[in-house]
């Protein structure tokens, strides 16, 4: 299929009950991320607001609103999907160039949004280019509207009239703003080239593979079965393992309540996308177990997981399947005194030249690192946090790691976070890079995924990274610049 044809994936994300505000009627936000890559332009523009809102621009645009909720983002989505690329104008040395739809999704946490991703095919020389992208988009709706534009992968920016990271970007209000006023805010221009490096420093520490993706047509790809069944719905990191040329997925299941007993799951897939339950579910009932990390170990596997009140414990299995249970773990100071009482939940697992790691968390305060070389005694390499909350506003309140990976030469951690003290937020996917598991930078593009997505980890398919998101239902998520897989 020709890259020049509309390929849009329509993503159902049930929308969750409001837990914090709704944003006003008549409101509408919006979010413009421009990256300019050596080959070409990407767009993303988000759109919030409530359900009331949306019904009356479906109203304005002679649209009859549907039923349901679904069913009117459903209108706006292919609305916003044709009419935004005819009123976002990029040029290029003063030359208009189309814009080509690749995705779009919508999501719902105490507002609802969607979110376009746009691209253009330019090629950039060592001669500077000046790009200008002109959003003529927005009614005449009150609302925050945020602009933002950068470089990536080996093109060079100069010359830019806005800040290069969105994180950086300042709110305005589009309420009131005369017309060239909302034609200044609404306008992100630089000059571009390829740069003399192959990478910036930044790309260098967090290459695209890490950190572009864009959600698949398929999601969610698991979810609880919403039955009466022991996994009506499914909760926390569930792990997601290619092993042998073969996907596994374990999960955690219940039923009812949240404070009901939570129990492992297991399930197989031949492509990582459709995936079929395990006949004899639940594999492990012996013990509250959620928030699981599998890592493949000689001949078995091992798991840690959290059980009740948020305390690990270790399980193993010959074949990911039948699980023994080890107790809780031992996780000591540096010292060698035992940690304080209190939760100590999120385990994640990374091995190494013999050595065992095991990162946690405590009340999503910040994120400790012990190691072990048996498995049964676990000292803190240091008795404060390895990764620090904050001090961006993503994840000041409440962060905890998912995974750790080793990619050219460094290591990687998923990690979701939280910017609600009260944690009515979305629980967003974030990234972080080090050289020795102790000293971690944050990716400054952090989040990876702005939704309510959280549990995130990568998975290599053998071509490329996917980003797979396990909570509260398992979305994955691919590289823009893949060929389908679906």
Not at 75 to 98: C, K, M, R, Y
Request: some cysteine; hydrophobic content about 35%.
């Amino acid at each position: 299929m020709s890259r020049h044809w509309l390929f849009l994936g329509l993503l159902l994300t049930p929308i969750v009950e409001t837990v914090g505000h709704e944003l006003p009627d008549d409101v509408i936000e919006r979010r413009v991320q421009i990256s300019v890559k050596p080959d070409r332009v990407l767009l993303e523009y988000s759109l919030t607001m409530n359900d009331t809102t949306l019904a009356g621009q479906l109203a304005k645009h002679d649209l009859k609103p549907a039923e349901t909720s679904s069913q009117r983002w459903d209108q706006f989505q292919e609305l916003a999907l044709q009419s935004l690329p005819a009123t976002i104008a990029l040029t290029v040395d003063g030359h208009a160039v189309p814009w080509e739809p690749i995705r779009s999704s919508y999501s719902g946490w105490s507002h609802r949004q969607l979110s376009c991703l746009f691209a253009a095919y330019v090629r950039l020389t060592a001669r500077p280019t000046r790009i200008v992208v002109a959003d003529h988009s927005f009614p005449q709706n009150p609302g925050e509207y945020r602009i933002a534009m950068k470089s990536r992968s080996g093109a060079k920016m100069a010359d830019s009239t806005v800040p290069v990271l969105v994180s950086g970007a300042q709110a305005v209000s589009l309420e009131g703003l005369k017309p060239s006023e909302r034609l200044r805010v609404s306008r992100a221009e630089a000059e571009f080239s390829v740069a003399e490096s192959t990478r910036s420093t930044s790309d260098t520490l967090f290459p695209d593979e890490l950190t572009q993706f864009v959600p698949s047509e398929k999601n969610p790809v698991f979810a609880g079965s919403g039955q009466e069944t022991w996994d009506q719905k499914i909760r926390e990191r569930g792990c997601v393992l290619r092993h042998q040329g073969k996907w596994h997925l374990w999960y955690t299941g219940y039923r009812g309540e949240r404070d009901a007993t939570k129990l492992l799951g297991y399930a197989s897939s031949q492509d990582g996308l459709t995936w079929a339950r395990h006949e004899e579910n639940p594999v492990f009932d012996q013990a509250w177990s959620e928030d699981v990390h599998v890592v493949h170990d000689g001949d078995g596997f091992q798991m840690v997981a959290e059980g009740r009140d948020d305390i690990p414990h270790r399980l193993t299995s010959p074949d990911g399947i039948q699980w023994t249970d080890h107790g809780r773990l031992d996780v000591r100071q540096v010292d060698g005194t035992p940690i304080s009482p209190g939760p100590y939940g999120t385990p994640t697992l990374w091995v190494e030249d013999g050595t065992w790691f095991l990162f946690y968390e405590r009340g999503d305060r910040g994120v400790w690192l012990a190691k072990s070389t048996d498995l049964q005694v676990w000292a803190n390499v240091q008795d404060a946090p390895v990764i620090e909350r904050g001090p961006a506003e993503y994840d000041r309140h409440a962060i905890a790691l998912n995974q750790v990976i080793r990619h050219e030469g460094r290591y990687y951690g998923v990690y979701h976070a939280n910017a609600d003290k009260n944690r009515e937020g979305p629980w967003t996917t974030c990234l972080a890079v080090s050289d020795d598991l102790v000293h971690w930078e944050k990716y400054p593009g952090n989040p990876l995924i702005r939704t309510n997505d959280s549990s995130g980890q990568f998975v290599h398919d053998g071509e490329r990274y996917r980003l797979y998101t396990a909570h509260p239902d398992v979305r994955v998520y691919l590289s823009p610049d893949a060929k389908s897989v679906e």
